[in-house]
Structures are given as structure tokens and as C-alpha cells.
């Protein structure tokens, strides 16, 4: 027994009903507090499902038989993988570590990359001296 459910088990033993059902709520607690923590630390993402909501976006769309709404919904997957590109940098991934989801697409690969390079670039002009002086313009270089 640990050192908390001992005295639990100890107040619970003395003292009745009242101790009881604050034993409950202690459970209760300790319950949330597993819940919570369990939260806090969420497994890993899985990385070779990574792009894998812009493949299905397209799928779906292949499926459209209305145009607006095929056209929206390739749209959509392109914006999924764009944003997986940007997430790719910011986790460390190389350029050409594009998602075996997207690779074979040659819309969604070019809108990885296109997500990937504009993280790049967004790094690289916050960290630029000419872009940051002040003028509020990029320098010639990322302008
Ligand atoms: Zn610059």
C-alpha cells in the first residue's frame, strides 16, 4: 500500500460514513488527475500517417459528381497538405521528406513542398537583419 491510500484506509476504519464518502471523492480525484495527466502527455503522432487527411480530401473529391464541390474539396486537400509541409519543417523534417501519402500526387507533393519552403522562408526572414530594419519591407533577397 502507498502512503495516500494507507491513510485513506486508516481514516475510512476510524472514523464511519463521513470519512467514506470522502474516500470516494478522493478516488474521484485521483481518477481526474490520471485523466488529466493523460492528456498532457498524448502519444506520439504517427508518422506514417502523416498527410494522411489531404489523401482523403482527394479521394473524396475524385468521388464529387457536383464541380463547385469538387473543386472546393481539392482545394481543401491541397490546404491539408500545404499545412503539413509547414508542420514538417517546424518538426525538423528535410525538404524532401515529403509525406509517402502525398508523394505519389503530384498536386498534393508540389503543396508539401510549397508548406514546407514558406516555414522555411518565414524562419529565415524573421531571423534576417534586412528584413527587420524597421522599414517594415522584406529585403531584396526575400522580397
Ligand atoms: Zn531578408
Not at 475510512?12 to 481526474?32: F, R
Not at 489531404?54 to 464541380?67: L, W
Request: net charge negative; proline share 4%; aromatic share 4%.
Amino acid at each position: 500500500m502507498n502512503n495516500q491510500i494507507q491513510q485513506t484506509y486508516a481514516r475510512t476504519t476510524s472514523s464511519g460514513s463521513v470519512s467514506a464518502s470522502k474516500t470516494l471523492l478522493n478516488v474521484k480525484e485521483m481518477t481526474m488527475a490520471n485523466t488529466v495527466q493523460t492528456i498532457a502527455t498524448p502519444k506520439p503522432a504517427v508518422v506514417f500517417l502523416r498527410g494522411l487527411d489531404a489523401r482523403v480530401a482527394r479521394t473524396k473529391a475524385a468521388g464529387m459528381f457536383d464541380e463547385d464541390s469538387r473543386f472546393l474539396e481539392l482545394d481543401h486537400a491541397q490546404i491539408l497538405a500545404h499545412v503539413q509541409g509547414r508542420q514538417d519543417f517546424t518538426r525538423g523534417r528535410d525538404a524532401d521528406d515529403v509525406p509517402p501519402l502525398l508523394a505519389d500526387v503530384a498536386e498534393l507533393a508540389s503543396a508539401w513542398v510549397d508548406g514546407w519552403n514558406e516555414a522555411e522562408e518565414s524562419v529565415a526572414m524573421a531571423a534576417c537583419s534586412g528584413c527587420n530594419d524597421g522599414s517594415g519591407n522584406p529585403c531584396p533577397h526575400h522580397g
